[in-house]
């Protein structure tokens, strides 16, 4: 179990950004898939972020965290 995640159909969603150390808002909602794919939907900054690499195995490069944080620095918070 991911700590501060739940699931809803078809993906995890974030319910204490706290607890998962995301730099993610409440509601956040994400999934990842073979070869290093991830996608997360944040509806609190009204934002989608799509990472489509081609990496086996997944964990390869870990680039999740690192494009998460880049992308949450950008933003306005």
Partial sequence: ????????????VLVDPVASMQPSSHGNFSWGGLASTFFWIDPVEEMI???ATQMM??????IRPQ???L????VDW
């Fill in 57 to 62: 195995p997944s964990g390869t490069y870990p």
């Fill in 1 to 12: 179990r991911m700590e501060g995640n739940g699931f809803g159909l078809g993906g995890s």
């Fill in 71 to 74: 992308v949450y620095a950008a």
């Fill in 67 to 69: 494009l998460q944080q």
């Fill in 49 to 51: 972020a799509i990472q």
